[in-house]
């Protein structure tokens, strides 16, 4: 595939660290599909997915999780994936978010209120592969320096063009021309 520059374009893969909890799961299986290096570990937390090179951590719950488990040994689990991860997101899966799902994450929320964790609701794997691999893309090193060049060519084509930015320079021109005379 080539851009309009003529320059090819490569995919872009990644190594993840998988809990071993989801070996088998859509996620990891479409993570592997998608040519990432999946490598899988018993020491990180149940439900983690993290992406090394981006250092951005994704923890997986089950909405229904909230309702039909102990809520103080998930805040623990959260408490834990939140102290080992300083860039941590929370994905909480359901398939529809009702009132029940919504009023779930408010508390999760509330609990975590003033802390770094990042609440995103995603309805399956799919969307939440999507999701992760957008961050995890938009996060890693080559690709955080080349958006932020574009973002500063992009500030410099703006400021150049603003007709504001004329206006001020003409101004600037006139009281300089005002000061020699």
């Not at 691999?133 to 996060?139: E, G, P, S, V």
């Amino acid at each position: 595939m080539a851009e309009g520059r003529g320059q090819e374009k490569t995919r872009w893969t990644a190594t993840v660290i998988v809990s071993s909890s989801l070996q088998g799961h859509e996620i990891s299986m479409s993570l592997q599909n998608q040519q990432h290096r999946v490598r899988y570990s018993d020491t990180v937390e149940n439900g983690s997915i993290i992406f090394s090179l981006s250092g951005i951590a994704f923890l997986l719950v089950d909405a229904q999780g909230l309702f039909f488990t102990e809520r103080e040994v998930l805040f623990e689990r959260i408490k834990k994936f939140m102290t080992i991860h300083r860039n941590g997101f929370l994905l909480l899966s359901a398939a529809r978010h009702g009132p029940k799902e919504w009023d779930g994450m408010f508390r999760v929320q509330q609990r975590f209120l003033g802390s770094n964790l990042r609440i995103i609701p995603v309805h399956n794997a799919a969307e939440a592969i999507k999701l992760m691999l957008t961050i995890a893309k938009t996060t890693s090193k080559p690709h955080l320096d080349n958006i932020r060049y574009r973002m500063l060519m992009a500030k410099t084509q703006i400021v150049e063009q603003s007709c504001v930015w004329k206006m001020l320079h003409q101004c600037q021109l006139a009281c300089s021309f005002v000061n020699t005379t």
